[in-house]
């Protein structure tokens, strides 16, 4: 168990900087999550970390050690590699025995951490089968007992679950989960799904372009998106963000200095009659597009002169297309944010007190 | 399914040409190791002899210090082939793993000398042999093979096919580079490195002039050289014993083609499987 530490970490490749200056501290037995698109330095960051890339810029330290010099072996972290990347000539128990052979555990002890391990991850019986000969599943948990077994500090994944199908992916997902917690060891995880992210992460730290957006819970995260990109990040689908001027004219109840203006698709209400008029609330009047009905939830795309928008309903979903439908949406559950797209804090809180004291 | 009929005949036929094309040769050596010296001179040849005479193998055998040629056969050609495999292993590997500085360079330097026949050079080794004082001995015939381009350039392709992702959960595994080369790398270029062996050792196993240049006793001589002597008989050369020499060169070869045509086979393949 530790804690990661990365001080003002940068790396290039050539002149371009695909980590700039990152400054994040990864607690110890967190299941902390790196979530961004892909290009935005989330596998190049954690790389460093296991010792795979060396760091441009900035110190690594895990506990109170600096291990930028320190060889990738020797850093007491085990990795999952997204293709698994399984040794193919070595049965399942040669992969998982390979690292401590390389430690030069005694034998006798090699054998009861494998059995150990192979029982908890369920590989009992295919202990001496080539990895060509498992399924999808199956490998993935020999990549996983293979890191496990060796007793790391840190666990590093590296979109273990994108090369499974849905049904499997969400399975591995459970177990991951109950995993870190019987482990208790720090996992850093890293995914494009934000779904995966929020999931499983009791720490996201959200990246785009080689820098830290955010780095909070899940839930702070999705409440309290601290700029724009956070905002259309995080939650599906996307938050609907417009530009302050073009929404000014169907409201008179905000502030005029935010830049942008947001609303999440699942705060929103929509209905086919015009509502009351009501101050709590702004009402955006315009057409339905498109109707994605997903069963629990229905996802409606809404052509508005402000630009399109989607809405999110747990309602039983609308019959008729083309038709008139007024969308409602409290003023608290706006989001303001700055011209450089960041959120506006003071703002937002303002505007959400006094909404309180209305209300009241 | 009608008109394929002509085809597979006409397929049939040419494998058939092939097959006796090559096979033809290797038959009359086998069948003419057998017979007596009449019956080799007959015309035309007779393909069974009437007894099969087993004498030819021992009269060619004792006809020389044969069991120092084969002895010496297999000391310079395993020899060749564990230099070898000493130094072409690490040299891919590097090739192929690493960048260096004039790593393409040195990389282009090996493949250049493909390009040079040994006949070229055989004088400039030779004198350096005789400076080492290593003429007519077996170290003549194995150190200047001790590394092969060919083997390089082979291995250095089939070890970049290796994800770089093995190599990284090795280095997580806390593997030396000398483990990652013999746990990994060697295993799964298994196939490319049995095929160059046997290109290896056949290539050594017949060769002919290199023995030739380089020794002048029998003690530092090998098969292909003591198999031409029995040519040099008075009275006529008697075939059947010259070919009974053959096979015992040839034989090894076979054995060893046998347990490794599956191997030979999985080398050509192999692309493709992940």
Redesign the interface.
Known sequence: MAQITLKNVSKRFDDEYVVNNMNLTVKDGSFTVLVGPSGCGKSTTLRMIAGLEQVSEGEIWVDDECVNDVSPGKRDVAMVFQNYALYPTMTVKGNIEFGLTNKKVPKKERESLINDIASIVGLENHLYKKPQTLSGGQRQRVALARAMVKKPKVFILDEPLSNLDAKLRSQMRTELIQLHQRLGTTFIYVTHDQVEAMSMGDEIVLLNKGEIQQNDSPMNVYHYPVNVFSAEFIGTPAMNVFLMEKIMPYTSNIDKDAHYVGFRPEHAAILTTQPYEDSHCITLQGQLLTRETLGSETIYQIKHRAGNFTVKSFLPPLEENNKNVFVSIPYEKLYFFDENKEQDRDHHWKQASSLTVEGM | MKSRLPINIINGAGMIIVVVLFLMPFVWMVSTSFKTLGETMTFPPVWFPDQFLWENFIKAWNSGPFLRYFFNSVVVTFGILVLQFCTIIPAAYAFARYTFKGDRFFFGLTMITLMIPPQLIFLPVYLQMSSWGLLDSLWALILPFASSAFGIFLLRQSFKQV?E??L?????????EG?IIL??MI??A?PVLITFALFSFITHWNDYFWPLVMTTSDSARTLPLGISKLREVEGGVAWNILMAGNMILVIPILIVFFFAQRQIIRAFVYTGV?
């Not at chain 2, 990284?168 to 030396?176: G, M």
Request: charged fraction near 45%.
């Open positions: 994800p992702e093995l990284e959960a090795a280095r997580l595994d806390e593997a030396s483990k746990k990994i295993p799964m298994k992940k």
